[in-house]
């Protein structure tokens, strides 16, 4: 009895606790099948309430015993149909404090395939600050740590909406680790990735925070279109790139790890460059390899320095329309005030007023320039090649720099030395430049012999020491001219010059068949559509020629005596000038010297 007796109790006992055990597993079970559905309120209203936009997550799933989480279709809503931010697939590991806690606590987080629109609005802010920064809505703390974030295979696409037409740069199978995230801390956090940028590969490490914004990365870009840049570039250069692959180290500085703005400092390579005129659509320069060293940007100056740029084979084309305009201009920056030509000339101290650019040294290695001019009846083109030199101290603000040293050769072989300063970023044109051609082909200027001439060339070589000194647009030229066995050809335009062209030929040539020639040009190139090039050049071709044959008055005879042309040049084919008795025997006169009273007055009164 006794036994059965004590039996009775434990049977009870044991019930009990078997009811209880079934409770708590039944409470249990309940808890975790309601806990994802708890998890999915939280989170979306969490990141709701601090994104201010709608948040969704498709479906979520408990592993309690990993401590682990599965998202899958976290979207967290922006423009119209595109997400700022959206996950395949997201995985934590938590902290189960979370769970009682404010804020949440991540041991790790595994993003799959996400993609977030990281935008920086026209007023300096991010669209994600509030998510990533310090507190929350309404003033409350809600803290969020990461201890490490994996993402695989992502895509980040950075929209700059604060130039005029925003710039969007993008980075897909971006594979990226970020560590000791903390929104509560305003120490920055540390990431390391890489991506595929437009083709090209962009690595990167560094330190990063959202609030306050800091960037403070070592970034490097191994074949990266340069095309991708042209948003930004548009900013330094009006020209715009059509090819070349960019190869660059970069230390980019921004927010509070920067005190002048967003700084850029590093070198680079660009290979297979090639630039174009917007305006035209076409090819304006190319070079197998520019290099840059010393490269500095500051934002908050604004301020674009290099310390060396190397061209390698550069190739550029410098053409003249018929307005007298140059394709030059593609290679200056764009003027402020929305790109305005005339515009914006001072400096008023607002965002885009005006950069400063300075350059030490700019090498240039096998270079050649395809010259032409297309105001002339007739076009005229002349090519230069193995061009060697260097070109050093250019500065947007000092002007009176530019030491320039230039050597290489015209296409038919003919040496050319450039040399002297020459500053081309300075606001107004200013420098001293002496061009030295040795044995130039005349054949090859013979677009401008026939239009300040009038003539056509058969044959005939020039050795010319153009003197340039240009002071605030002015162009002051002393033209040394050495023509050598000249011989022109039939007059194809009779109004180009009231000179007896011919006959001064024939006369001015010395013993050896050689012309000398000092001729002083002024021309003010900052408006070069107001000036008559034919007036001022014939005119100068003129005075120089008056200057040479006004003393003694019997030289100036001989050349009035002849100015029957038609075979005073053929006559001197030996490379022999023409003498006084030569020119009487071919049909001249000294009674002939009344047919030109207007030269001979010109030259007597010039003695």
Do not use: C
Request: without cysteine.
């Amino acid at each position: 009895m006794s036994s059965t007796g004590h039996a009775q109790p434990l049977r009870r006992l044991g019930i009990g606790l078997s009811v209880l055990a079934a409770l708590v597993l039944l409470f249990l079970v309940a808890w975790l099948w309601a806990l994802p559905a708890y998890i999915d309120q939280r989170l979306s209203q969490t990141l709701s309430d601090r994104s201010g936009r709608q948040v969704s997550i498709d479906d979520v799933t408990l592993t309690p015993w990993r401590h682990q989480v599965t998202l899958d279709g976290l979207r967290i809503a922006g423009q119209a149909d595109t997400p700022v931010f959206l996950s395949q697939r997201v995985v934590a590991t938590f902290d189960w404090h979370s769970l009682f806690e404010s804020g949440w606590r991540f041991e790790r987080i595994e993003l799959k395939s996400p993609r977030l629109q990281l935008i920086w609005r026209s007023g300096g802010e991010w669209n994600l600050a509030q998510l990533f920064g310090g507190d929350g809505g309404g003033g409350e703390s809600a803290p969020l740590r990461i201890a490490q974030l994996n993402v695989s295979d992502g895509r980040l696409d950075w929209i700059n909406r604060r130039p005029d037409e925003p710039l969007t740069l993008s980075l897909k199978s971006l594979d990226l680790e970020v560590r000791h995230y903390d929104n509560s801390d305003d120490r920055p956090f540390s990431l390391q990735g890489q991506a595929d940028w437009n083709g090209g590969t962009l690595k990167g490490a560094g330190e990063m925070g959202f609030s306050p914004w800091t960037v403070d990365v070592d970034l490097e870009a191994d074949q990266v279109p340069l095309t991708t840049l042209s948003g930004y570039l548009a900013y330094v250069v009006r020209a715009e790139p059509a090819a070349g692959s960019l190869g660059a180290q970069i230390r980019l500085r921004a927010g509070r790890a920067s005190d002048a703005g967003t700084q850029v400092n590093g070198q680079g390579v660009i290979e297979g460059l090639e630039m174009r005129d917007p305006e035209k659509d076409q090819t304006i320069a190319r070079a197998e390899r520019v290099a840059v060293k010393g490269l500095t940007f500051a934002s908050a100056v604004p301020e674009l320095t290099a310390e060396r740029v190397s061209l390698a084979a550069p190739w550029l084309d410098v053409t003249i329309d018929e307005r007298l305009d140059t394709n030059l201009t593609a290679w200056r920056p764009p003027s402020p005030n929305n790109g305005s030509e005339d515009g914006g000339s001072e400096d008023d101290g607002s965002e885009g007023s005006g950069m400063r650019y300075a350059l030490d040294t700019l090498a240039i290695e096998r270079g050649a320039v395809a010259f032409s001019d297309r105001h002339l009846p007739r076009p005229f083109e002349l090519d230069f090649s193995a061009l060697n030199g260097e070109w050093r101290h250019l500065n947007s603000n000092q002007p009176g720099d530019g030491q320039l040293s230039l050597e290489g050769q015209v296409a038919d072989g003919s040496p050319l030395r450039i040399e002297g300063a020459f500053d081309p970023l300075g606001d107004a044109l200013n420098g001293n430049l002496n061009l030295h051609f040795e044995r130039l082909d005349l054949k090859t200027l013979a677009p401008y012999l026939r239009e300040f001439g009038g003539y056509a060339v058969e044959r005939g070589q020039a050795t010319l020491d153009l003197d340039y000194r240009l002071e605030q647009g002015r162009l002051r030229a002393q033209n040394h001219l050495v023509l050598h066995r000249l011989k022109l050809g039939e007059e194809v335009n009779a109004s180009a010059t009231d000179l007896p062209l011919k006959t001064l030929v024939g006369v001015l040539k010395s013993d050896d068949g050689t012309i000398e020639l000092d001729i002083p040009m002024r021309l003010p190139l900052d408006e070069p559509g107001s000036v008559d090039f034919g007036s001022v050049a014939g005119q100068a071709i003129r005075e120089a020629l008056e200057n040479l044959v006004s003393s003694p008055l019997e030289t100036l005879s001989e050349v009035v005596g002849g100015s029957d042309d038609s075979h005073s040049d053929d006559a001197n084919d030996n490379g022999e000038g023409t003498r006084s008795g030569e020119s009487n025997e071919s049909g001249g006169s000294d009674e002939s010297s009344k047919d030109d009273p207007t030269l001979y007055e010109r030259a007597r009164t010039r003695q």
